[in-house]
């Protein structure tokens, strides 16, 4: 059972061009969501899927998207990385149960130069 | 969107020593859950508790969901109790979860 997996881990990337984060659970869970994390702050909502082909946006979605096509892949795609998407990027899912624990990927450390 | 606020914003403990660190939220949140990102950046849930009391371990947590806050306390503090601790919340169990800006504790030996 691997859980939340994400890749790449790290990843530069200049201004302009686009890439892929990859993340997938094993988990069957329903919930998936990416956030973001700025250096000594907490973890804003980018966008979040309640189940294959529903996708919805959180709190700081400009500059990404994302797509559900099977309940285990929740890939985050940057469309034209700025140095502003420097930051690390945490992908996690649950079951939609009351009280169901939250699983977190162990983070994808990005650098816009 | 609810705000949440963690306070203090940074703590050093001696090895053994107690803490306390509070959370408050700006509206009633029925999803509330505890983190603990260890230094190398991984995140790990150590409570689900929108209201009560639930302990595990040296770590416990009590909500008081009426007055929109919640503390969690670690006693007796280990070097591994290190690094930044989060809140989240969300209204509803099903809603994506807000975080706070977290609590960073060192415990020095």
């Known amino acids: 059972n691997a859980g939340v997996t994400q890749t790449p881990k790290f990843q530069v990337l200049k201004t302009g061009q686009s890439m892929t984060l990859q993340c997938a659970q094993d988990?069957?869970?329903?919930?998936m969501s990416w956030y973001r994390q700025d250096p000594g702050m907490g973890l804003r909502l980018i966008h979040y899927?309640?189940?294959?082909?529903?996708?919805d946006q959180g709190e700081v979605p400009n500059g990404y998207n994302v797509s559900r096509s099977t309940t285990e892949d929740f890939p985050l795609r940057l469309l034209s990385a700025a140095p502003s998407q420097t930051s690390v990027y945490f992908c996690?899912?649950?079951?939609?149960?009351?009280?169901?624990?939250?699983?977190f990927g162990e983070g994808s450390w990005l650098t816009v130069v | 969107g609810i705000q949440v606020e963690q306070s203090p914003p940074d703590l050093i403990l001696q090895e053994g020593a107690n803490s306390t660190l509070r959370c408050n939220f700006s509206?009633?949140?029925?999803?509330l859950q505890w983190f603990h990102q260890n230094p190398w950046g991984q995140l790990i849930n150590l409570f689900y508790?929108?209201?009560g009391t639930k302990q595990n371990g040296r770590l416990s947590a009590t909500t008081v969901a009426t007055e929109r806050y919640s503390l969690l306390y670690i006693s007796s503090s280990q070097t591994t109790d290190s690094g930044v601790y989060f809140c989240?919340?969300?209204?509803?169990?099903?809603?994506?979860?807000?975080f706070g800006g977290g609590t960073r504790l060192m415990v020095k030996p």
């Open positions: 996690a899912s649950r079951h939609p149960a009351v009280g169901n624990t939250i699983y």
């Open positions: 988990m069957n869970h329903e919930y």
């Open positions: 899927s309640v189940g294959a082909g529903i996708t």
């Open positions: 509206d009633s949140v029925n999803n």
């Open positions: 508790i929108p209201s």
């Open positions: 989240a919340g969300a209204h509803n169990a099903g809603n994506m979860l807000t």
